[in-house]
């Protein structure tokens, strides 16, 4: 029983976590939350994005997501 709990509860965060990567959260804290909280996975969906308030915005070369008002991607390294 203690083992289906813990799966359970490492389902929940992965896709908690996969969800705030990709609208641009903290994905290790929402990791933690959804395994300890699961009904958090429907807040997640819920939320806008960062990119929607002008906070943050996909690098053109690598399309990850970078602060708005940078210059340069910290993944590539290309200059925005």
Do not use: Q
């Not at 799966?7 to 290790?28: D, E, M, Q, T």
């Amino acid at each position: 029983m203690i083992i289906f709990g813990l799966i359970f509860a490492l389902v929940f965060g992965y896709v908690g976590s996969s969800l705030a990567k990709y609208k641009g959260r903290n994905h290790v804290l929402w990791f933690i939350l959804c395994a300890l909280f699961p009904l958090l996975v429907v807040a997640i969906l819920l939320l806008p994005s960062f990119e929607a308030f002008g906070i943050t915005k996909k690098c053109p070369h690598c399309a990850e997501i970078i602060k708005a008002d940078a210059t340069f991607c910290k993944h590539c390294g290309m200059g925005i």
